[in-house]
Nanobody
Framework: QVQLVESGGGLVQAGGSLRLSCAAS????????MGWYRQAPGKQRDLVTT???????NYADSVKGRFTISRDNAKNMMYLQMDSLKPEDTAVYFC??????????????WGQGTQVTVSS
């Protein structure tokens, strides 16, 4: 069982920055991948960015050049630096971990989410 806890959300003006953190209970260096997803009111949960165990990073087109994912394996932490925020970035942001298990295969774990609100 992996537990993920997000923090760092809040209210920011357009053009501002926020840094989200995700604390994991397990050794993130062993995870297949980790990532950030977001869900705006009335919309589906969308991928923001992912990072694989090997360090391959993927960004949604809407955040390329503005958001940066990083991780600290020693601290079991993942981060999302969000710059040049736009009102359309407003959403609940979720931390995700994809973990290989010996009996159940790959399992996705989710945090509880942290609200990011960008005012115009």
């Amino acid at each position: 069982q992996v537990q993920l806890v997000e923090s760092g959300g809040g209210l920011v003006q357009a053009g501002g920055s926020l840094r989200l953190s995700c604390a994991a209970s397990g050794s993130i260096g062993s995870f297949n991948a980790m990532g950030w997803y977001r869900q705006a009111p009335g919309k589906q949960r969308d991928l923001v960015t992912t990072i694989t165990r090997g360090g391959i990073i993927n960004y949604a087109d809407s955040v390329k050049g503005r958001f940066t994912i990083s991780r600290d394996n020693a601290k079991n932490m993942m981060y999302l630096q969000m710059d040049s925020l736009k009102p359309e970035d407003t959403a609940v942001y979720f931390c995700n971990a994809n973990v290989q298990t010996p009996f159940w295969g790959k399992i996705d774990y989710w945090g509880q989410g942290t609200q990011v609100t960008v005012s115009s």
